[in-house]
């Protein structure tokens, strides 16, 4: 079983719609979450982090459920620009290591 | 805004062939990563150094992968021979402090990887 699982879609979805992803890791040890975007043939960047509490950067949303073991990301009012790999990831204490999920892939269609 | 470099961006190679990539990470950042991402999949943590120290290389293949950080700046990662497995992005990543969980890793451009 893989770490951190995504739904690798491609997700279709038309500006201005509402996308949500879902992630789900293995390790109930893991510490830190977040959400990386990445590009066509780009390096990875961070989106955001992910907090228990919850967290909200404009039009996008993460959600953390420890006791379920999921992460989520809401994305509102699509945009063209939106169209990207989005990547779960998460770490555990000491190195810092990132791991990754394999991505989940958006399209938002004009 | 300062960058993690990596060099060459692209790479053609012929298995059983020497292939070897440089990154130079972020000034002051003590921490450097390498990852393989294979198309279609997150990266993976091959190696990482603390300084010039090696804190963890447990998914490097060391049969044929090595990769140093000898004055705790920038780093090489090398691979012989190639094989075509090894056919993917490789990218480096650098953080400023000793790798806790909650900093942020600045990749660079990555350098692709093609092995016929």
């Known amino acids: 079983r893989k770490e951190v699982e995504q739904d690798p879609g491609p997700f279709n979805v038309p500006e201005g719609a509402t996308v949500a992803f879902n992630c789900t890791y293995s390790?109930?040890?893991?510490?830190?979450f977040f959400w990386y975007r990445q590009d066509c043939r780009k390096e990875p960047k961070l989106l955001m982090s992910v907090y228990s509490s919850g967290n909200e950067d404009g039009r996008f949303t993460a959600q953390l459920n420890r006791a379920s073991q999921y992460i989520s990301l809401l994305i509102r009012d699509s945009k063209l620009s939106d169209s990207a790999t989005y990547l779960c990831?998460?770490?555990?204490?000491?190195?810092?290591?990132?791991?990754f999920g394999q991505g989940t892939t958006l399209q938002v269609k004009p | 805004e300062a960058e993690v470099a990596q060099s060459p961006r692209y790479k053609i190679t012929e298995k059983s062939q020497a292939v070897a990539f440089w990154c130079d990470p972020i000034s002051g950042h003590a921490t450097l990563y390498w990852y393989r991402q294979i198309l279609g999949q997150g990266p993976e943590l091959l190696v990482q150094?603390?300084?010039?120290?090696?804190?963890?290389d447990s998914q490097l293949p060391k049969d044929r992968f090595s990769a140093e950080r000898l004055k705790g700046v920038d780093s090489t990662l090398k691979i012989q021979p190639a094989e075509l497995g090894d056919s993917a992005m490789y990218l480096c990543a650098s953080s400023l402090g000793i790798g806790f969980s909650q900093e942020t890793q600045y990749f660079g451009p990555g350098t692709r990887l093609l092995v016929l």
């Open positions: 390790n109930s040890a893991s510490q830190s």
């Open positions: 150094f603390q300084d010039e120290s090696v804190v963890d």
């Open positions: 990831v998460e770490t555990r204490g000491g190195t810092g290591k990132l791991i």
